[in-house]
């Protein structure tokens, strides 16, 4: 695993670098197999992300016809719901740039159990990916953008929670207790078998949990994005300043 982090003096800064490597990813992406495969996170930091990669100079520097996107976690509620992140992603990044339904794999959320709409996700994510379905082998994205929350969650893989011990799924319905809800997200080993990870923190309401999550002990149960580690890959930390305030290594 190849780790970076990066601190830029505030979030715009930040963003601007985002979307340069999220780019550059692509391109190669795009020159190595045709496509490329990401997987998007919620959230306000990458939603200043997506405005921005939907903006010049951005949005005509690469072929959006050959990116196929997934989304890494979602809320239980339907598309149009203030809370979907597919909502979010669509008005900020797919519709601006008029990227065709078929390249755009959503949770059918809010229309059935959650745990039905994570399997059909899941062989969403399998008829893309899986070539030999008795292989089993894990998906590959070519990117996953994360962001953190303040307990140290990541997509919908939050503290204490039964999805942090799953070895064998892709896709996930995850209980909540604390939020009193159901979260639908991909799981550690597909997040860990990605090519390229890049986190977006941003917030001094973050310093203290990504100081633990950086450089204090290994407790993934109590911070979850501590279990994010490519095992073939490369790992981007992206931070504002306030957000890597309390961190040593600067």
């Excluded at 695993?1 to 490597?21: C, D, G, Q, T, W």
């Excluded at 310093?207 to 994005?225: D, H, I, Q, R, Y």
């Excluded at 890959?233 to 300043?241: A, I, S, V």
């Amino acid at each position: 695993m190849n780790r970076e982090i990066k601190i830029f003096p505030n979030s715009k800064v930040l963003n601007l670098l985002a979307a340069e490597k999220f780019i550059d990813i692509g391109k190669e992406a795009i020159k190595r197999q045709v496509v490329f495969f990401v997987a998007l996170a919620g959230g306000s930091t990458p939603k200043s992300l997506y405005r921005l990669l939907a903006s010049e100079p951005f949005k005509n520097q690469i072929d959006w016809q050959r990116i196929f996107f997934f989304l890494g976690d979602e809320r239980n509620v339907p598309e149009d719901d203030p809370e979907s992140n597919f909502r979010m992603i669509n008005e900020n990044l797919f519709e601006p740039l008029q990227i065709p339904q078929a390249n755009i794999f959503r949770w059918n959320a809010g229309k059935k159990a959650p745990e039905a709409t994570a399997k059909e996700y899941e062989t969403a994510i399998s008829w893309t990916f899986i070539e030999d379905e008795e292989e089993r082998t894990r998906p590959v994205f070519d990117l996953i953008i994360l962001g953190m929350g303040t307990d140290g969650h990541t997509a919908s893989l939050f503290p204490y929670t039964k999805a942090l011990s799953e070895s064998k799924r892709f896709a996930v319905a995850n209980r909540v207790e604390k939020l009193d809800t159901t979260r639908l997200t991909l799981t550690f080993p597909v997040i860990n078998n990605a090519r390229n990870i890049m986190f977006l923190v941003s917030g001094a309401e973050k310093a203290e949990t990504l100081k633990n999550v950086l450089e204090g002990e290994f407790e993934p149960e109590k911070f979850p994005s501590q279990n994010v580690n490519p095992h073939d890959g490369n790992l981007f930390w992206l931070l504002d300043e306030k957000a890597a305030s309390l961190l040593h290594q600067k």
